[in-house]
Each structure stands twice: as structure tokens, then as C-alpha cells.
């Protein structure tokens, strides 16, 4: 796969020729480090069992239960570590919460040096009551309610990312009314095509994110917020869309940005001093994906913002990011019992786990692509295609579309699907009235519930009936 392509692509048929697949990897064990967790291991543990911060799974379903995601707390830290080091103290890392948050997530964000952005009352609660600093996070959304804008305002938020020009005229007046000046930045659409999934692209026009540059809507919201009390504009926000591989798309944003910036200039003598070019990159859900490192990134966006804003005779502004995914997304697995096995003689082998679609809605919505491995045990058997499905009533209910596990995987085995540490939890859902799973940080030998798992009592306790 391409850096420019998405393993979220247009659907295929449930049944593909023979000879379609790629041949099965040499050996069935082996963990590719670009998929896995830092800390995940099959050494030293029984059976060659898979361990993660030296805890081995079978252990960690024996005490918590499958299906459950389990997170390596090291690996999301050395991950925001790289992320600061990499963009210095010249520019902000948020952290995109709409992947996963937890009261745990913010304390490590706040421990690690890195800034949050929140898109909801709710993600914007979980930061606060966890004690990162209100001036340390910025409010996303494109359909803010007023009590939502009123409690960022009063928070005293660092930033809040106006989305329409109502919500120009919503936060000058909350602002104004709690006797605060807000800082803004207006979220722009570029009209760059990111090479995603229609769902997740972002910049194109026809879509609700932002004001368009085409058509001088940007230019106009602007305008209007330099003239309105109780708000400051800080800045010029864009975002692409998500799980680019391509730096492409982030140099043609940049420039259409530094552009507008030297519009302002030239219209109302004022250099913005921030833009965010968003985040959206992406990270391995397979051995074909190929995602830069924090590093190469915070090179190729300086290199762009400078060289663009030289050319246009603007001072250099402070970059913001906003990485989610490729934080917390590698960092985590989810393990799962299997439960039936059924071959399709001439087809594959329909291999079903005790969770689903209800714990993994991306291959069933984007037709995302996953790995998976035998967790509790090596084995030296020959490779079997399978489909790994969830327990839902859906057909379309599928964990790992197409994937290779040694044909002498049996009922009670352990598989886990690695690179679920984004956009799972997150996007869980009660279908069927199913629980939803626990997550479990594991560091240093050490297993904890960051978020536990549901309960029937929890499922009862919201119908009133």
C-alpha cells in the first residue's frame, strides 16, 4: 500500500476470487514492531504467549475477561514524548481526545507535555475533572450547543475552534457576558482532497467542517471576527482529513492557509500569529502500511509553513498539530476467545469471537483493514485463511476481513487484533445490548482498569421503562 492510500477503500465483494491473496507470511508468529505495541513480546512467556508490559495475556484474560482492550501505558507516553521532541518548544502537539479519552489518557498528557483538543461537553468534562489546564486545550465542533460554549468560555479554554459564522456571534456574546475575551481560531475548509475515505475526508467543500476558502467565506469570517468584542482571533486552523500517509496534501493545505494569512495582512494589517494544520496521520494497521515518524513530519510541515510564509513576506507563525490516532492508536490491542470455527471448503474459515462490531465498528463503516495473531499460543501448523467475525446479527459484523492463522486454531484460543487503540472505545457501541469492554493499562509488570467493563446492571440502569 501506498503512504497516499487509506485501508479504508471502496468495499469489495465478501467472497473474492482464488488466487486473490497475497501469499501467507512466512512465519505465522512473528510480530511485525510496526503493528504492535512497544512492549508486546512472545518471549519468556508459557506456550510462547504473547505479553504486553510483561504481563502475558493469558493471564490478562484469566483476570479481566475478554474481549478487552488492553493499552500499553509506556508506549502511549514514549509516544507523546516523540511527538514533543519531535516539533520542540516552538510549536503545540494536541492530542486529538475524539480517538480515546479517559480520566487516565489526560493525567499522562498532562504528565507528558502535550496539549489537548476536545470536540464535546462530554470530552471537554472528562479534561477538565482530570486537571488538565483549561488554557492547555482547544474546543473543536461544528455544531457547539450554548451551554457547551459557555462552559469552555467560563473554563477559560485556550482556544475554541469557530466553526460557522453563528458561532462567531455565539462566542463573542458568552464571552462578553461572563466578562471574558475568548481566543478563536477559524477553521477553514482548503479544498484538498487527502486521499481517505469520503467519511473521514475533511478539506474538500461539500462537507459541514469549516468556512470555505473558495468563495472568500473564510475571508469574510475574518473579518467579522476582527470586528466583534469578546473574542481575540489567534488563528487559521485546517484539517485535511485522516490516516495520510501522503505530505502532499499538507503542503497544498499550508500554502492555501499562509495565503489567507497574507490576505489579512494586506486587508486589515494584522499578522495572525497561529495556524493548526490539524492532524489526521497515519499509523500501521498492517505490514503493507507505511506511516512517517513524528520526526519526518515536524520537518516536512516546518520546511512547508516557512518556505510558504518567506515567499509571502510573512513572519513564521506558531504551528499547532493535532495528533490522535497516531498516538494512541498503535498502542493498544484488543483480545478476544474464540468461540466457532467454521471452514467453507474452497473459500476461507469463518472464525468467530466473543465480540464484534460492537468493540470494532471501522471494518464494518470504513471497510478498514486489520492484523490479527494467535495471542495464547505459537504454532507451528500451516496457515488457513480466515475471516475473523464478531457474535452480532449482522453479516456485516467482521473484526479482520482477510487475515492468515495456523489451521490448528481451536474454540478457547486467544486472538488479538492489534493497532485498536484509536477510534474503538471510543466508538463502542450496546448493539444487541452487548458490554462494552474494559481498558486495561499494563506498565512494568503492572495491569489496572483505566475504564472498566460494563455491567448488565448498567445496561438496565438507564431504561426506565
Known sequence: MSRSAH?????????LPEGHYAAPPADLNALDPKVWARTVRR????????SVGGVPVTRLAEEFGTPAYFLDEEDFRARCRDWRSAFGEGADVFYAGKAFLSRAVVRWLHEEGLNLDVCSGGELLTALDAGMPAARIAFHGNNKTAAEIERAVAAGVGRIVVDSFQELVRV????????RVQRVQIRVTVGVEAHTHEFIATAHEDQKFGLALAGGQAAEAVRRALTLDGIELVGIHSHIGSQIFDMAGFEVSARRVVGLLAEI??????????????GGLGIAYTSDDDPREPHEIAKALGDIVTRECESAGLAVPRISVEPGRAIVGPTAFTLYEVGTIKPLE????????DGGMSDNIRTALYDAE????????????????????GKHCESGDIVVRDAFLPADLAPGDLLAVPATGAYCRSMASNYNHALR??????RDGQARVVVRRETEEDLLRLDVG
Open 7 to 15: 485501508p479504508a477503500g471502496p468495499r469489495h465483494g465478501d467472497v
Open 43 to 50: 518471549e519468556g512467556t508459557e506456550e510462547g504467549a504473547l
Open 172 to 179: 463573542a456574546h458568552t464571552a462578553q457576558a461572563l466578562g
Open 265 to 278: 495582512r494586506d486587508e486589515h494589517g494584522v499578522e495572525l500569529p497561529e495556524i493548526d494544520l490539524g
Open 346 to 353: 474452497g473459500l476461507r474459515t469463518y472464525v468467530s469471537v
Open 370 to 389: 486489520y492484523s490479527v495473531a494467535l495471542a495464547s499460543r505459537t504454532s507451528d501448523a500451516a496457515p488457513m485463511l480466515v475471516r475473523v467475525v
Open 437 to 442: 469492554p474494559p481498558v486495561v493499562a499494563v
